[in-house]
């Protein structure tokens, strides 16, 4: 495999008696196309939230670029390389897309808004955040607020965001949820974009996406690694088909 550049290590958490995550090994190399994929309630957001800091694991070790982050805060994580999007969109609705996407590139080049430069005046910021839109194909509605889009995308301004960070590894927390499947082919063509020096894991139920993307997938069942591979070892596994691939096709 290609230089490591995210590693989990034995990793798991335990809520009380529930075991969320257990003894997860578990590695993302540069330019990879992974997928996390399991029933609901396998583990998958837990797994995601223990790379991330968001949660601290109860066993094992997290890796970034070969340094040990189990115990780095969330926002050091960020910049150090990681960034993620969530199940649940997390954008200021009120503001433009631009200006969603001007607050994390403002602070990828060191131009935050202070008392003296208000935020949306930097040309600087505002190119890179115009040139992040045009990849996503967001740039004819860069003046419009997040509130009056279709939810698809929306998600991509989410993507917008997390890429904004200039991260390493983008973790992609169900990007497709929640989409009408009349919208869902741009998220697929965007994650397709994405550019290739970035590793991307991503956790999603629509399997068309899934095995269009992923050149590896992961199968999380119970809170283990159920089985890993390539998409044709995936989908050729009778055990996986049994425990999820056929509850995904009918579901
Ligand atoms: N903060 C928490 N406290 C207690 N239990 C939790 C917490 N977070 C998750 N769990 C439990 O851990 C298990 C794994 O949940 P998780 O959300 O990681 O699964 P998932 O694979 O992401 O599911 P889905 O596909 O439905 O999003 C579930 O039984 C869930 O109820």
């Avoid at 994929?37 to 070790?61: D, E, S, W």
């Avoid at 607020?145 to 997390?162: D, F, H, N």
């Avoid at 998220?187 to 956790?203: G, M, N, Q, S, W």
């Amino acid at each position: 495999m290609s230089e490591t550049l995210l590693e989990a290590r034995g990793v798991g958490k335990r809520f009380g008696a529930l075991v969320a995550a257990s003894d997860i090994n578990f590695r993302l190399g540069i330019g990879a196309r992974h997928a996390l994929i399991g029933p609901n309630g396998a583990g998958k957001t837990t797994f995601i939230n223990l790379l991330t800091g968001v949660l601290t694991p109860t066993q094992g070790q997290v890796f970034l670029n070969g340094d040990d982050v189990t115990a780095v805060a969330q926002a050091e994580r960020v910049k150090r390389g990681l960034a993620r999007t969530f199940q649940i969109n997390r954008l200021f609705r009120g503001l433009s897309v631009l200006e969603n996407v001007y607050i994390p590139v403002s602070e990828q080049l060191g131009a935050a808004p202070t008392m003296f430069k208000p935020a949306g005046r930097r040309k600087d910021v505002i190119d890179a955040s115009m040139n992040l839109l045009e990849m996503l194909h967001l740039q004819d509605v860069a003046a419009r607020k997040i509130s009056e889009l279709p939810y698809g995308r929306q998600r991509l301004v989410e993507i917008a965001i997390a890429l904004g960070l200039a991260p390493k590894v983008l973790l992609l927390d169900e990007p497709a949820a929640g989409v009408p499947s009349s919208e869902s082919h741009i998220i697929l063509d965007a994650v397709a974009r994405l550019p290739k020096e970035i590793a991307v894991l991503i956790i999603e139920h629509d399997m068309d996406l899934v095995f269009r993307f992923a050149d590896r997938i992961t199968v999380l069942v119970g809170g283990k690694i159920f089985a890993e591979g390539t998409p044709k070892e995936i989908a050729g596994n009778p055990d996986v088909r049994a425990v999820y691939l056929g509850q995904a096709a009918h579901g």
